[in-house]
């Protein structure tokens, strides 16, 4: 099987490994590497990991196999899937839900991975000054504010548009080749310089040994937050992957991987992370400045400090690029199969939009900073609209969908391969779907707006 395997004139990913990287690498980004430490600081390390693992499982395979069955039976973009399912029901609307939350993450997603570019340059060059705490965080706030966050959100989309402009072989499939090794490559260094470092014993106690009692409604739905986020559900993403899957390709066994993978880099930060936190005496509860303040002042103490600092924020890069390069493709998707647009104009078409967004975002930090609707700059209203309330429903609707109104004969048909694999757990995948799913994302919903009071 090739490379340029068509079914119904759209490209398909040559191979297995190729369905797992591209969609390994939507699902991994700084929500892994980023947000994940810094949650699991907040809500007492272990506990909140192990409750972390079981959503992953419990909520989060189940979402992903019906995202994966949409869109390999449908061969569609995420709008398009709903309407060859159901086809003049309204079910369709909830597409645009994924549309639009891919537009206003990838805007302020775009200007956090700008600041990793610049971070990165800065530690090259030997720029950045975190001798204690006070003057990294002046430091940051430099590097966040003013119109130097415009130039490396541009930077950055631009390198996102040179891949998406090489289409799905070229650019997507062989971009995940190349990025996701050197990803985990770079894990594994980091987490073999956590064992030299004093505070290793430390760090991986607070990680891995739960205390059960610190277990609350807050840590649950914490943890529920961070598992539904970190796997991209609820934007159409890995439904548009899944419509590029081969016909070999098993669904289930690449949702279980897809989970695993992406659980794995968030535990190995996790491992990265907190031996440093401890060995220095700093607090694990640093909160979203873990990455940005606290990391950059331990790696100024370890020998080859500039080295460590460079490879870590080149680390986050290629994160960022693999999460947005997907997001990128729901909207050129959705401009090529329903507005009938080529692939060079839909990419720019996309890009352009990113674009517009993202400099409101990065001058959410200066120029507009005093600019808000309801008490939002540009960046945070984009990053609450997406996460707090598109996401959530997307991921809803998805599940209710597949579980409810989609044919069991077509979910049966695509995690069996057309019968010629087995496929044991589909009672308890259409279970979840319709009931345990739905009311969990419902809860994070609820609480992500502020009705369900902890």
Known sequence: MTTHQKNNDRAVFATKFAAIATTVGSAIGLGNIWRFPYEAGIHGGGAFMICYLAFVFIIGVPVLCAEFC??????????????????????HLAGYIGILASVLILSFYSV?????????????????????????????????????????????????FYILMRGVTKGIERASY?????????????????????????GITFLFSPDFSKIDASVLLGALGQAFFSLSLGLGCMTTYA??????????KTAVMTATLD??????????????????GLSPEAGPTLVFEVLPFIFNQLPGGVVWSTLFFLLLFLASLTSTISMSEISITFFCEEKRMSRKKATIVSSLIALF?????????????????????????????????????????????????????????????GGKEKFPFLRMLVFCLRWVCPTAIFLIFLNSIGILTL
């Open 70 to 91: 949409m869109g390999r039976q449908t061969r569609s973009n995420i709008t398009g899937a709903y309407n060859k399912l159901a086809p003049g029901s309204k079910w």
């Open 112 to 160: 956090v991975a700008g600041w990793t570019i610049e971070y990165c340059v800065s530690s090259m060059f030997g720029s950045l000054d975190f001798s204690d705490r006070e003057t990294g965080h002046e430091q940051f706030m430099q590097l966040t504010t003013g119109w130097r966050p415009v130039v490396w959100t541009v930077v950055f989309l631009l390198c996102n």
């Open 178 to 202: 190349i990025l996701m090794p050197l990803l985990f490559i770079l894990l594994v260094a980091f987490c073999i310089n956590s064992f030299t470092l004093p505070g290793f014993t430390e």
């Open 243 to 252: 419509s590029y899957f081969n016909n070999n390709s098993r669904l289930g």
């Open 263 to 280: 659980s794995l880099v968030a535990i190995l930060a996790g491992v990265i992370i907190f031996p440093a936190v401890f060995s220095f």
């Open 357 to 417: 967004g993202g400099l409101l975002c990065a001058l959410s930090f200066g120029p507009l900073s005093n600019f808000t609707i309801f008490g939002h700059t540009f960046f945070s209203l984009f990053d609450y609209l997406s996460s707090n309330i598109c996401l959530p429903l997307g991921g809803m609707i998805c599940s209710l969908f597949v579980g409810w109104v989609v044919d069991k004969r077509v979910i049966r048909n695509q995690f069996t391969n």
